[in-house]
Nanobody, 122 residues
Framework: QVQLVESGGGLVQAGGSLRLSCAAS????????IGWFRQAPGKEREFVAT????????YYTDSVKGRFTISRDNAKNTVYLQMNSLKPEDTAVYYC???????????????WGQGTQVTVSS
């Protein structure tokens, strides 16, 4: 099993950048695919990005392509989400999750972090 803790959220102006971290504890971090999801007030939790266990495969939702980059450093047990050119509509609580395979679907991820708030102002 793996436990996940997100960090790096905060308040940023539109057009700015922020890097989120997903730190894992447990023995099998390198065996997990990691996904990032976000949930805005009154909205369903939605897929943002995912990365395979090796880091060789990544996938992004259309709204963040070209702006967000997911990466991982298994030696540090950490996955990152670099967010550039942030927009107010990116405002949400961001969650990382661990699963067997990369997926856009929430239900395939077995472990979730507590979330970190990202607020983008105009």
């Amino acid at each position: 099993q793996v436990q996940l803790v997100e960090s790096g959220g905060g308040l940023v102006q539109a057009g700015g950048s922020l890097r989120l971290s997903c730190a894992a504890s447990g023995r099998t971090f390198g065996s997990y695919a990691i996904g990032w999801f976000r949930q805005a007030p009154g909205k369903e939790r939605e897929f943002v990005a995912t990365i395979s266990w090796s880091g060789s495969s990544t996938y992004y939702t259309d709204s963040v392509k070209g702006r967000f980059t997911i990466s991982r450093d298994n030696a540090k047990n950490t996955v990152y989400l670099q967010m550039n050119s942030l927009k107010p509509e990116d405002t949400a609580v961001y969650y990382c999750a661990a699963g067997v395979v990369p997926s856009t679907a929430k239900d395939v991820y077995a472990s979730w972090g507590q979330g970190t708030q990202v607020t983008v102002s105009s």
